[in-house]
């Protein structure tokens, strides 16, 4: 999750959603949480499943999207 923020306003714009939550409450697994470090426990670094996350998710989208920080900060 990450919250856009206005720079000359200092005021939230909106917050970006990416990464899905199972039912039980924990994360799916990623190939690598380079952003904090807060969900590395769920790391794979497994680079085939990356290489097919990727065929998965080849369609380009926005700068903010929740595909490109996902692919940003998780693949």
Same mark, same amino acid.
């Given at each position: 999750?990450?919250d @856009?923020?206005d720079? !000359? *306003?200092k005021k939230k714009? &909106? =917050?970006?959603?990416?990464g $899905?939550?199972? !039912? +039980?409450? =924990?994360?799916?697994?990623?190939? !690598?949480?380079k %952003? @904090?470090?807060l969900y590395?426990?769920?790391?794979t670094? +497994?680079? $085939? &499943? &990356?290489k097919l996350y990727? !065929? &998965?998710?080849?369609?380009k989208?926005?700068?903010?999207? %929740?595909? *490109? @920080?996902?692919?940003?900060? @998780?693949?």
């Open positions: 999750m990450i @856009l923020i720079h !000359k *306003t714009i &909106r =917050t970006i959603h990416f $899905a939550i199972k !039912k +039980d409450g =924990t994360p799916y697994s990623q190939f !690598k949480d %952003a @904090l470090g590395s426990k769920y790391d670094n +497994d680079k $085939a &499943r &990356r990727y !065929k &998965r998710h080849s369609k989208y926005g700068k903010y999207s %929740a595909d *490109t @920080l996902a692919k940003k900060y @998780l693949w």
